[in-house]
Structures are given as structure tokens and as C-alpha cells.
């Protein structure tokens, strides 16, 4: 094939194609027949058909027999005719669908296409009668994707090999091209197989459009990208994500976070200032006079405690007196002070470890050296210091010193 007959239907906004072989006679009639067949099977009666200057004669008959009238445009006035605005459409959608196959895809396989192409288009429409109905729906009904999954047109494939009809050591899928879905099959593709050169269907495909990766940025673009964002911003124009908007929400969210930290700044010294207070503050208020103590008089004042060490023997007499005139119950009365002998001064050797502990000999190079005196010298020196004076050492005391 190496032409295509485009048809457009006005009321339903309907574009279909068909492949033809030349641009002969017959093989247009042949064409013509079949879409207007694909028309009627949809409900759809033409009324009226126009076509360019170049039409043949039987070609007339056969627009005549399909019960409609047919217009011809003026010679060279091909805007005129609306179908001329239809191809462009249909062609700039085969181009991109083209653009997408893969490089070993054949392009002798186009005509095999162009089923979907159709599809592909009119869902893309909508029906002029109808505007919330797409065109594809006018002529088949509502599309399921579920039912009828859609491909990228010319992506390699891998379709499984029956089992019934592969050798023992064969391999369980063949390679080829994916080239439409079936409407008459439940989730069947048609694809193009290298080894046989044939179209054959299967329910188990496996597409390999997911290993085509999408462009990215290079490094270079990405440093005249740069280059020119910093140009703007020092020409004085702000870069999109930071619009002035932007810049006012950002100062306001500022000015938030320092009113935050000023009122936490005010709250610690008004905590600092309340320790303070509560740290000098007197227990009793100063300004409130304490209450005077009221004694009463059936109980006597506590007694006097005087040391019976005194030299004057007649202000111990008047004391005794004294203490005789009053009677002290016995939880006030203070018990007699009993007599002890100060122990004599001991000097502090805490610092220093005894001979008991430590038998090295001390350093003889240092410039100081410290005696340090055992507990039978501490003893002896106690007893000298306490036979100078006349006082009585108590054994049990010193040891315990």
C-alpha cells in the first residue's frame, strides 16, 4: 500500500482512514465502500458528499448508489473542502505515532497501523451533535481499556510460544512488534513476527516501551539555565520561584519567630526576677510585729546552770541559795554537767602515712623531710605532755585518738 483515503463525517466529527494500493478506479471505490460501510454498521447515513475536482466517473456512480449526493469543489480551491483540515489532523497524529516506534521497526508495516491510529484520534474528538461524547464512542461504543489495553504503536514485544506448538528445547516467546489490540478478544494483541514475516495474535505479550528512557537535562543545559537565572536576578528580576509574594510571605514568617523569641526572652526574666524575690524575701513579713510571748506563772523560770569550778566559795553559797528557792520540773531541770579532762593537742597527721603502712625509707634527695611518728611514739609523747602538766591520760581515749 502506498496511499490512504481520509474520511470526515461532520455531524460526529468522525476522521477514518483506509490504506489503498494506487490511486486507480477501483481501488478507490474499493476504498470508499468500505468506510462507508464502517459508517452504516454504526448507524451513521451520509446525506451528502464532497470531493475534490478529481473524481472519475464510476467512481460517481458509486457515490450515487450509496443513496447521496455528491458536490465537487472548484479546481484549486481545495481549503473549501473541510476534509482538507481533517487530513492535516490525521497526518500530524500519524507522524508523532511514527516518530515513537522503534529504530528496527519496519516501515513497510505502516498500513498495519493505522486501525489504531483511527482509534487513537477520534477518542481524542468529540461528536459536534453531542459535545460530551467522543467521536470513537459514535462509532463503537464506549472504549475498555480494561478489555482492550492500548500500546505504543512499533515497540518490540516478546509473545509467547504455545506450548502445544514449540519443540521440547524451543524457546517460549518470540520476538516482534506490537502493531494494535483486538476488538473482538478479550486482552488479545496483534503483533508483527520477525522469524515468520507474518501478523499473529497472542494474550501474553511482554512490552519493552519501559526501557526507553526519558531525555534529561545535560550538564551544559543546566549551566545556561543557571546563567541565565543569576543575569535576571542581577538585572533586577526576580526569578519565578521567588516572586515578591513570596519574599513578603518569608519576611512575615521572620518577623513571627523574632515576636516568638521575645516573649520567651521576657517570660526567663520575669522567672529570674521571682527567684530572686523568693530568695531574700524574710520568712515573716518585716512590716507585722511578732507576738510577745506571755509566760505563765504557775510554772518557774528555768534555772541557772553554773560550773562548780569557781574560786569564790561565797557566790557558790548564794547560788545553792538561789537554787534552793526554786523547784524545776524534772523535763526543764538540767542535769549535772559530769567532769572531763581535755586531752592534750595532737598534731594533725592526716596528711602523712604512718611506719605501720609504709616501711620505705624517706626520699633523701627531697629538701624537706617530714618525720612521721608511730602510735607507740604518739602515746609516749602524749604521757610526757601529760606528766609536765599533772593531768590524767585516759588509755581508752588514746587509742581511740
Same mark, same amino acid.
Given at each position: ?19 489503498m ?9 474499493r476504498?470508499y465502500q ?30 450515487? =448508489?450509496?443513496?447521496? =449526493?455528491?458536490?465537487l469543489v ?23 505515532a511514527?516518530s ?8 513497510g508495516l505502516?498500513?498495519?497501523?493505522l ?5 487513537q ?55 516482534g512488534f ?20 507474518k501478523?499473529?495474535?497472542? $494474550? ?26 543569576l543575569?535576571?536576578a ?5 526569578p519565578?520561584?521567588?516572586?515578591k509574594?513570596?519574599? $513578603?510571605?518569608?519576611? =512575615?514568617?521572620?518577623?513571627?519567630? $523574632?515576636a ?14 521571682r527567684?530572686?524575690?523568693?530568695a ?7 512590716d507585722?510585729?511578732?507576738p510577745?510571748?506571755?509566760?505563765d ?15 569564790? =566559795? ?8 538561789e537554787?534552793?528557792s526554786?523547784?524545776c520540773?524534772?523535763?526543764v ?18 596528711n602523712?602515712?604512718t ?13 624537706s ?7 607507740f $611514739? ?15 591520760v585516759?588509755?581508752l581515749?588514746?587509742a581511740?585518738?
Amino acid at each position: 500500500n502506498r496511499y490512504i483515503m481520509i474520511l470526515c463525517e461532520i455531524d460526529n466529527n468522525v476522521i477514518m482512514s483506509e490504506a489503498m494500493r494506487n490511486r486507480t478506479s477501483g481501488e478507490i471505490i474499493r476504498a470508499y465502500q468500505t468506510l462507508v460501510k464502517r459508517l452504516k454498521t454504526a448507524g451513521i447515513k451520509p446525506k451528502k458528499h464532497v470531493l475534490d475536482n478529481e473524481c472519475a466517473a464510476d467512481f460517481k456512480e458509486a457515490i450515487q =448508489e450509496n443513496d447521496m =449526493e455528491y458536490e465537487l469543489v472548484p479546481k484549486g480551491q481545495h481549503r473549501r473542502n473541510i476534509a482538507e483540515r481533517a487530513i492535516q489532523t490525521w497526518k500530524s497524529h500519524a507522524i508523532g505515532a511514527l516518530s515513537g516506534v522503534s529504530p528496527n521497526f519496519p516501515l513497510g508495516l505502516w498500513d498495519e497501523l493505522l486501525p489504531q491510529l483511527d482509534m487513537q484520534v477520534n477518542l481524542l474528538r468529540f461528536s459536534n451533535v453531542a459535545p460530551k461524547v467522543c467521536s470513537w464512542t459514535v462509532l463503537n461504543g464506549p472504549h475498555d481499556f480494561n478489555r482492550h489495553p492500548l500500546a505504543p504503536l512499533g515497540v518490540e514485544i516478546q509473545m509467547l510460544e504455545d506450548p502445544g506448538k514449540r519443540k521440547s528445547w524451543g524457546l517460549k516467546s518470540q520476538p516482534g512488534f506490537y502493531v494494535g489490540t483486538s476488538l473482538e478478544h478479550y486482552r488479545y494483541y496483534w503483533g508483527w513476527n520477525r522469524e515468520t514475516n507474518k501478523i499473529r495474535g497472542s $494474550d501474553t505479550v511482554i512490552f519493552k516501551h519501559k526501557y526507553i528512557t526519558n531525555p534529561t537535562i545535560t550538564p551544559g543545559d543546566a549551566i545556561i539555565q543557571a546563567t541565565k537565572q543569576l543575569t535576571s536576578a542581577l538585572c533586577g528580576n526576580v526569578p519565578p520561584p521567588l516572586t515578591k509574594s513570596g519574599i $513578603d510571605h518569608i519576611k =512575615e514568617l521572620t518577623s513571627i519567630f $523574632d515576636a516568638t523569641k521575645k516573649a520567651y526572652e521576657q517570660r526567663d526574666e520575669q522567672n529570674n526576677d521571682r527567684v530572686k524575690e523568693t530568695a531574700n524575701s524574710p520568712r515573716v513579713p518585716m512590716d507585722i510585729t511578732p507576738p510577745r510571748v506571755v509566760q505563765d506563772k504557775d510554772i518557774p523560770d528555768i534555772v541557772p546552770v553554773y560550773d562548780s569550778d569557781s574560786d569564790n =566559795e561565797e557566790e557558790e553559797t548564794n547560788k545553792e541559795s538561789e537554787q534552793a528557792s526554786f523547784t524545776c520540773p524534772p523535763a526543764v531541770a538540767a542535769s549535772p554537767k559530769p567532769k572531763t579532762t581535755p586531752l592534750p593537742p595532737i598534731p594533725d597527721y592526716r596528711n602523712y602515712i604512718t611506719q605501720d603502712n609504709d616501711n620505705s625509707p624517706p626520699a633523701k634527695n627531697t629538701r624537706s623531710q617530714t618525720t612521721c611518728l608511730g602510735i607507740f $611514739d604518739e602515746f609516749v609523747l602524749s604521757c610526757a605532755q601529760g606528766s609536765t602538766i599533772s593531768l590524767k591520760v585516759d588509755p581508752l581515749e588514746t587509742a581511740c585518738h
